[in-house]
């Protein structure tokens, strides 16, 4: 039933991009709409929850940490064989240290967020600017 | 994209109390979640059961929330188990490694009699 | 459950911006974030069920007749008391008389579109520029 | 997001074809619908029960193509029911006036005997 439009979408350049004001209450429809996306492209339902997870942590991060920014930018680039997504604030940026991949510590309340986002996702990367803000691009692959 | 919260009393073998969660425990939703918990351990109940079985999707503020919970009963010689079957949702204890510190369990009576 | 944000979202200006390539495949994806949103504000099913139709009716508009667009904006500002949505694309516009209100005729396979998003919501505007595009705004009030 | 479709041969006191919609119908699905349609017109089948009972959605690209095959069957003699029981649906189909030019039923045994 599902059927993929991957390869459509390639010749249109697809992008789908959303952006919503940097409150808690928004990250739910970042994740519906990452969602429906993956839906269209044939990821499987362990995959789209994989997606959900990796965007909603990446946004709680915006919303959390980078002060002085207003909006988050999510945006969906669509290749054949694999999903980009990256999001972007325009806060206070962190040092590359507190981004770099590492183990949570045993019962410690926060820290997960950027493991989850590393564990879930198949390549991330981070580009931090104290000025100009945080860009989190990721990319999970189609399994064929 | 919500939560609700219900508390019910369980009168096992330890009572304790059960939390029920029907929902998406998120940023937005986990304060509601909190306070729900802190409520409970501030009037004295620190033995808790969370029943995780209809929510649909928890974030690391939710697994937070639930560490903080645990460590806060822990003080007082209480525990936190969990009633779990989404395998979704068993896939994030597993890999934030949150397994090795809560009891999680296929039913809500084998959470109860494990306390 | 439901709990309204709106007062919340105006202080911080909410809108909620989502660009999709105008393609038939990405409009399930509007719908989706549009019911998101409408969700958030304590819109009825029924309400919500009227905004996703409003909302798919204006992006197949764009898909079927903006000649040369190849994205489409949707934005949804949320106030206290409605949400206004606006459609917006980059492709050849039409004559006002094809979007001013009517009846759609008997048996007549298309024409349903523009006359739905006018039953739907609650103030429907069109702004149409033949260069730049055409820029469809509407609102529909929470019932209180 | 998408659409499945069914069709089945039904032998009543006018044989008919009943066509199972299931999931939502728009202008990236309706497409398949009318391929679907349109074979069966194409095959001779010019009495249809369309069952959109498990349609959650529909818009104007899948009016036009209940409304299209209506017109191509009546060149025939033939006639198009539907069967439609969600609210939100009959709603469209009301406002639209569509409720005037087709037979809409409760349930799949009636559409079948008043084709
Ligand atoms: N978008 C961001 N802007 C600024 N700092 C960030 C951002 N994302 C992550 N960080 C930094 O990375 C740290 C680790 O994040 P995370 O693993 O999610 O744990 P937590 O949010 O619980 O501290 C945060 O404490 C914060 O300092
Ligand atoms: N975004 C748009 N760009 C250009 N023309 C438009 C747009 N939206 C609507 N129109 C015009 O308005 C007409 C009426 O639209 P509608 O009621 O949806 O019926 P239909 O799409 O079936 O023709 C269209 O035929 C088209 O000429």
Known sequence: MRESVASAAVASDGVVELRIPSRAEWVGVARLAVAGIASRLQFSIDDIEDLKLAVAEACTNCIQHATGSDAIIIACRILPDRLTISVTDHGRGTSPEALAPKRPGDQQVGGLGVFLIRSLMDEVEYEVDPQTGTCLRMTKYLRS | ?115
């Open chain 2, 1 to 115: 994209m919500d939560i609700a919260v219900n508390v019910r009393q369980h009168d096992g073998q330890r009572p304790c109390k059960v939390v029920d969660l029907n929902g998406e425990i998120d940023v937005y939703t986990s304060p509601k979640v909190k306070e729900a918990l802190t409520g409970l351990i501030d009037a004295g109940h620190y033995d808790l059961v969370i029943n995780l079985e209809n929510v649909r999707y928890i974030d690391s503020t939710g697994l937070g929330v639930l560490i903080g919970s645990l460590k806060r009963v822990r003080e007082h010689a209480g525990t936190v188990n969990l009633v779990c079957t989404n395998p979704q949702i068993k896939k994030i204890f597993d890999i934030t490694g949150l397994v090795k510190i809560f009891g999680i369990y296929d039913t809500e009576a084998a959470a109860c009699e494990n306390l």
